[in-house]
């Protein structure tokens, strides 16, 4: 199929292989990754704003050879948001591109663009770059023997002691394998501090819950457990967004899950019950809306 010339919200945008398939196990094409970006866009937007994007292109599916893109290609449209942003380990810094409308939204689908990642801080007005942050997260990750069913029993204690400290917790899927449990950052909380407060909530779970949950990322440490991931609370690191598609074998999602679905998960004991693809997330956030959006910020 030959580029096509169309315009969106008001901005002119070349989209180009639309029938290209990138999940070849159900024939999921590139128009239709553009097609659930765009009709999600109401509620992931929100959580994308000001936020530096990078992107997991896979430009031939999930089938090939993918890359992780920081830096905003030289080609894109004048109209895409970008800030640049100090690199942490003392390179140059990088201009990072930023979805803060659905014109862009549908840019990065047309790329190629399967993943969108985005770190836990906003860029704003804010002079500071890396921002404070204003999202905690704990990424549940199951090793070896263990499922999404072990992480909603983790997922409980991780929120019972983010309540405990006053901060109310959001639960996601990850798209993949595990959960993601968020909760708003302590106001001007620093990085170093929200690190060291995440990293002891993980060693108080693990501590009374040993034979179920692991703070340590090494591998050998993890089968038939949960690594509660608190690692990801750091300025240079990203998790993936909500409401993302994922490169799995079918485009599932990133998907808010509510405390009920959760604890059916874990009743049951059926990953399929926390597993969603694109039509699926659609259908739910006409009827649910968006269950993540009191993260969503100003």
Not at 187 to 201: G, K, L, S, V, Y
């Amino acid at each position: 199929m030959s580029p096509t010339r169309t315009t969106i919200a008001g901005r002119e945008l070349i989209v180009s292989n639309l029938d290209k398939v990138l999940f070849p196990s159900c024939g999921f094409t590139k128009g239709q990754l553009v097609d659930y970006y765009v009709r999600v866009a109401d509620s992931m937007l929100p959580h994308l704003h000001d936020r530096p994007l990078t992107m997991k292109r896979f430009p031939n599916g999930v089938e090939e050879k993918s890359f992780f893109e920081k830096r905003i290609p030289s080609h894109a449209p004048d109209w895409v948001a970008s800030v640049t942003v100090p690199s942490t380990d003392g390179h140059e810094d990088i201009a990072y591109a930023m979805v803060n409308d659905l014109p862009t939204l549908a840019w990065a689908a047309n790329l190629g663009a399967i993943e969108l990642h985005v770190p836990l801080w906003r860029a704003g007005r804010r002079r500071k770059r890396p921002a404070d942050p204003d999202l905690m997260v704990f990424d549940l990750d199951p090793g070896e023997g263990a499922s999404i069913v072990e992480c909603c029993v983790v997922a409980q204690y991780v929120i019972d002691e983010l309540e405990s400290e006053g901060m109310e917790a959001f639960t996601k899927t990850s798209g993949s394998k595990g959960l993601q449990v968020y909760t708003a950052a302590k106001p001007h909380t620093t990085w170093d501090a929200q690190r060291e407060q995440a990293h002891e909530i993980a060693r108080k779970i693990e501590a009374e819950h040993r034979d179920l949950v692991v703070s340590n990322m090494r591998r050998s440490l993890r089968r038939c457990r949960v690594l509660i991931d608190w690692s990801q609370n750091h300025m240079a690191k990203t998790t993936v967004c909500v409401y993302s598609v994922r490169a799995m074998e079918e485009p599932t999602v990133s998907t808010p899950v509510s405390s009920a679905e959760v604890a059916s998960c874990l009743k049951k004991g059926d990953p399929r019950i926390l597993r969603f693809t694109t039509d699926e997330v659609l259908r739910r956030v006409d009827r649910q809306g968006d269950l993540f959006a009191p993260l969503a910020g100003d």
